[in-house]
């Protein structure tokens, strides 16, 4: 199986630090990552490969051309690996590419109240995965797991886990 995983904030690398490492071995991952804060520092603190795939963009008319930006650029990326799944975290980019490329996508938020987000990005996608406290329902393709994103890196399985220096 192949996956692409876009990792849009530092956040995320912690989120998914965890199930690469867990998986590399018996799939084939091409993580992207948007150069914001310290997500390509957190990525490399970990060993975990990545191509860069944007900026982070201010003002409203910047972040209109960052998406069309963005989208092409993960377009050439995923014409070229060839994904079974992509995979992202409240990720238009990869919701949208999904459908361009008719390969399925699963999205995971946490978040209810990103109106903008959420209409540029659940429409897109194939499963949304959310924690079972979050209170929408987003209809057919929403999944709900008994957990938070939080344990996924906060868990005792995987406490002391620190990246090297």
């Given at each position: 199986?192949?996956?692409?995983?876009?990792?849009?904030?530092?956040?995320?690398v912690?989120?998914?630090?965890?199930?690469?490492?867990?998986?590399?071995?018996?799939?084939?991952?091409?993580?992207?990552?948007?150069?914001?804060?310290?997500?390509?520092?957190?990525?490399?603190?970990?060993?975990?490969?990545?191509?860069?795939?944007?900026?982070?963009k201010?003002?409203?008319?910047?972040?209109?051309?960052?998406?069309?930006?963005?989208?092409?650029?993960?377009?050439?990326?995923?014409?070229k690996?060839?994904?079974?799944?992509?995979?992202?975290?409240?990720?238009?980019?990869?919701?949208?590419i999904?459908?361009?490329?008719?390969?399925?996508?699963?999205i995971?938020?946490?978040?209810?109240d990103?109106?903008?987000?959420?209409?540029?990005?659940?429409?897109?996608?194939?499963?949304?995965?959310?924690?079972?406290?979050?209170?929408?329902?987003?209809?057919?393709?929403?999944?709900r797991?008994?957990?938070?994103?939080?344990?996924?890196?906060?868990?005792?399985?995987?406490?002391?886990?620190?990246?090297?220096?």
């Amino acid at each position: 199986m192949k996956l692409l995983l876009d990792i849009g904030h530092p956040a995320h690398v912690h989120l998914f630090k965890n199930c690469i490492k867990n998986i590399e071995n018996r799939s084939k991952i091409k993580i992207t990552a948007r150069n914001k804060e310290s997500t390509l520092d957190l990525l490399d603190a970990f060993d975990l490969e990545y191509e860069v795939r944007g900026e982070i963009k201010r003002g409203i008319l910047y972040k209109g051309l960052g998406i069309l930006a963005t989208n092409y650029k993960l377009y050439k990326i995923a014409k070229k690996f060839d994904p079974d799944i992509l995979v992202g975290v409240h990720n238009p980019y990869i919701a949208h590419i999904s459908k361009i490329i008719q390969k399925p996508s699963i999205i995971f938020t946490d978040t209810e109240d990103a109106k903008l987000a959420n209409w540029l990005t659940f429409p897109f996608a194939t499963t949304i995965c959310t924690p079972s406290c979050f209170l929408k329902d987003l209809g057919k393709k929403h999944v709900r797991y008994n957990g938070y994103h939080e344990l996924a890196y906060l868990h005792p399985n995987y406490s002391g886990q620190i990246p090297r220096s």
